[in-house]
């Protein structure tokens, strides 16, 4: 004997009723058949929300009862030929009256029982099982069609029925041991009492009648049909990347079922697994595909984590106070408390110290609950040994579930490891000692996220996915993103990331794309997304909450600067091009990095200081390795580099200038780079880094500008230029006239900064410095005579850009 159970949608309509018909026309081949099946998919919700209106008295109860018949009524005509149709069509039509007649009673009285619940609710699986029966005969294929109120008892505990085994093994084995057909249909969900009342065990239920009656025919196989092909890793609704379960033990399958796998009903696994029968999960709408076999020993798949699930709609009950310390018999009197109202407790942890006890429960109970504990508990909490019940909510458990985890070192580490990177709290941890499951309370918001991050760390040993939101489409942008896009396979098979950008804003548009922007194509879409609005950018990020997030900053703005701080703090890393908040002031850089820190993420900088040279890197690498920073000498500005590289008095130096501005070396206000101020900044951030606190007021500025040039607007400052070109002419005659240079140096010395134009001789380390390049010596404790040297190009969109790429590769791998 085997038994097969088919759910809500495999029987959803007449179409897939054909082809559950079809499955089981090939299974009877086999073996004797018991086939149990559920309500058309979503007549459940139907009859149970027309009683609740009826209740309420609302008569649109009526016109919900009227798509219940005909939804039946449609599949009739559509399976059954016509002359075969009347019987059928006629016992529809009887038991939508008596649902009617039923409703109009609760109508009348305003109450609904749970009696009353299931006596509704039990019509669902007793029409559809008798129209499949009828369209197996229709078929030619004869079959029986068996009610299942006359096999399986249960107490009457009304709309969570316990079954008497005794009495219902009893009833299964003196029916089926006098009849001999090849094929029964039995309607699941369904049952009664030892008075012959109507019960249901709870939704899901058919699942439990099948495994009780597979249990008690001793049946060779269990086979769960539904819309999935079997148990997955992880729920495909939050990540895109589970997949099949091919083998699980029946352990493995509780627990996962528990904690919230749709596929199967938690109590369906007890009956068959002390009958050792083993159990397929199976697609009705992909019948070739294998399925998941659960049985006592599952063969080994490689993976420590057989599955990762969650239940949502948890609060957190906290029983605290000095006077349970050492006391016995707190546990039992709380336990004691919420078993009297019926409460489920899904989750237990305590402290050592015996100060609390924390529960998990169903957040529907959490005002239950704390009437009961706080009347239990009225005396301790009048003395004030113990707190009034605490009650969180807006919770949920996620759990990771595998047999193989046991005696496995370092799973928990990475659990909870994996969460904290992405800026997901722990509430709560739970953990048997057989090691099966690993829960942990997080916010309901970081479900998703905690999932994917799990499903990542566990699963997908190919890559770890980056999700990136760009904000700034300019030179720089644009380079960085063809850059991006280059690289993405690289990447992916030579250091196993997904680099994804999932957001992009520009001054004028904004667009978010949470699969993923097709960076070939990204500035024609962009131009149609929705006007740019910052705050919504931001909103939006926080709000998607998606794993491995990096915000990338390629402006000049102190409006997108200004929004750093809410994305650390929700562990979203930044990696900026933008020098605006890193020689902001001193206490609003060192909250940043402080905010980094706290929230496990990264505040990434490089490009602020050498466009795409390794400068801060190799600062912090030698600040970390315990090296101190003496002094630093330095050509910082590329555009100053260049404009005296290439200015000689042949040409205005005003034309220089504007050369370099053309060919993208400078700020978009050139004044910044000629005025000193760019520099300034950047000496700062590297005398910060090297653990200096200092102002951009600390240090001193030689400026060589006119003060008329820095005046008015740009269109002013180059025709200022001009006129003061006999001052820069000045300038060049003097240095040439020593054999020095001109170059715009800066210096930390001690404590100390400054910027300015110096007269640099050909033995200086700086007087080789050609184009735009730029050059920064570090003289440390170990580095005294010799300098570290970093040199090379310090300015360009395409440098600046790599730069920008290499800090979200640092990101990235935090």
Request: include cysteine; hydrophobic fraction near 40%.
């Amino acid at each position: 004997m085997q038994v097969l159970k088919f759910g809500g949608t495999s029987v959803a309509n007449a179409e897939n009723i054909n082809k559950v018909v079809e499955i089981v026309r090939g299974s009877i081949k086999k073996d004797k058949t018991v086939v149990v099946v559920s309500a058309l998919g979503g007549i459940t919700d139907l009859l149970l929300g027309s009683a609740a209106l009826a209740a309420e008295g609302n008569e649109a109860y009526k016109e919900r009862l009227a798509t219940i018949e005909q939804r039946h009524l449609e599949a009739v005509k559509r399976l059954i030929p016509v002359d075969r149709q009347s019987q059928m069509l006629s016992l529809v039509k009887t038991a939508c009256n008596e649902i009617e007649d039923i409703c109009n009673g609760i109508f009348l009285l305003g109450e609904l029982t749970a009696r009353s619940k299931d006596r509704i609710g039990s019509y669902g699986e007793w029409i559809s099982s008798q129209i499949i029966s009828a369209k197996f005969k229709a078929d030619g294929i004869d079959n029986c069609w068996k009610d299942a109120r006359e096999l399986i008892i249960t107490n009457s505990a009304f709309s969570a029925a316990e079954v008497d085994f005794v009495a219902t093994r009893e009833r299964i084995k003196q029916f089926f041991g006098t009849n001999s057909s090849t094929l029964y249909i039995i309607p699941g969900f369904i049952a009664s009492d030892k008075k012959g009342t109507t019960t249901t065990l709870g939704r899901g239920g058919s699942d439990y009648t099948a495994a009780i009656l597979a249990s008690a025919l001793d049946a060779s196989v269990l086979e769960i049909w539904t819309d999935v092909s079997g148990m997955m890793t992880a729920d495909p609704r939050l990540t895109t990347n589970a997949r099949i379960i091919p083998h699980i033990s029946y352990q493995e399958a509780m627990e996962l079922s528990h904690f919230g796998a749709k596929v199967i009903y938690p109590p369906t696994i007890q009956p068959v697994m002390t009958q050792n029968i083993p159990v397929w999960i199976k697609n009705t709408f992909a019948p070739g595909d294998e399925g998941t076999l659960i049985e006592s020993v599952a063969t080994k798949n490689g993976n420590i984590v057989r599955g990762i699930s969650s239940i949502n709609n948890i609060s957190l009950i906290s029983l605290e106070g000095s006077g349970m310390i050492g006391i016995p018999g707190f546990s039992k009197r709380l336990f004691e408390a919420l078993s009297n109202e019926k409460i489920n407790v899904i989750l237990i942890t305590q402290s050592s110290s015996e100060h609390s006890i924390c529960v998990g429960i169903d957040s529907a109970m959490a005002e239950k609950a704390k009437l009961a504990v706080d009347s239990a508990f009225a005396n301790e909490i009048a003395l004030q040994k113990v707190e009034p019940l605490q009650n969180e909510t807006g919770l949920s458990i996620v759990a990771l579930v595998g047999e193989n985890m046991k005696s496995h070192p370092g799973i928990s580490g990475r659990m909870f490891s994996a969460l904290g990177k992405n800026g997901i709290n722990i509430r709560a941890i739970a953990q048997g000692s057989s090691e099966k499951n690993i829960s942990a309370v997080i916010a309901t918001r970081d479900v998703r996220k905690g999932i994917n991050v799990l499903h990542e760390e566990f699963f997908e040993t190919t890559y770890k996915q980056v999700n990136l939101f760009i904000v700034g489409t300019g030179n720089v942008g644009t380079k960085l993103m063809g850059q991006l896009n280059q690289q993405f396979s690289y990447l992916q098979d030579k250091m196993k990331l997904q680099v994804r950008v999932v957001g992009l804003s520009n001054s004028r548009n904004m667009l978010v794309g949470e699969e993923g922007i097709d960076l070939s194509s990204w500035k024609e879409k962009l131009n149609t997304a929705l006007p740019a609005d910052l705050d919504r950018l931001v909103d939006e990020i926080i709000t998607r909450n998606l794993r491995n997030s990096v915000f990338v900053d390629i402006t000049a703005n102190e409006n997108v600067a200004a929004v750093y701080d809410r994305l650390l703090r929700k562990s979203i890393s930044v990696v900026a091009c933008n020098k605006v908040a890193a020689s902001s002031a001193y206490t609003n850089y060192r909250k940043l990095k402080d905010l980094a820190n706290e929230f496990n993420c990264q505040y990434l900088f490089e490009t602020n200081v050498g466009a795409g040279l390794p400068v801060i890197a190799t600062l912090n690498d030698l600040t970390r390795s315990g090296d101190r920073v003496q002094r630093i000498l330095a050509v910082l500005s590329g555009t100053l580099n260049f404009v005296f590289n290439n200015y000689d008095g042949t040409r205005p130096f005003a034309e220089v200038v504007k050369q370099a501005q053309d060919e993208g070396y400078t700020e978009p206000d050139p004044r910044l780079d000629l005025s000193g101020k760019d520099v300034m900044r950047k000496i700062m951030i590297l005398a910060r880094e090297a653990g200096e606190m200092i102002e951009m007021d600390d240090i001193d500025n030689k400026s060589f500008m006119p003060e008329s040039c820095m005046q008015g607007d740009v269109a002013n400052f180059y025709k200022e230029m001009a006129k003061e070109e006999a001052h820069f002419q000045k300038l060049y005659d003097e240095a040439a006239a020593k054999g020095t240079k001109l170059k715009f140096v800066a210096s930390y010395d001690n404590g100390k900064a400054s910027v300015g134009l110096r007269h640099i001789n050909p033995s200086h380390d700086l007087y080789h410095l050609y184009g735009k390049d730029n050059v920064v010596l570090f003289y440390t404790d170990r580095y005294k005579e010799q300098p570290l040297v970093v040199k090379g190009a310090g300015a360009g969109a395409e440098v600046t850009a790599s730069g920008v790429f290499a800090d979200i590769i640092r990101a990235s791998n935090k």
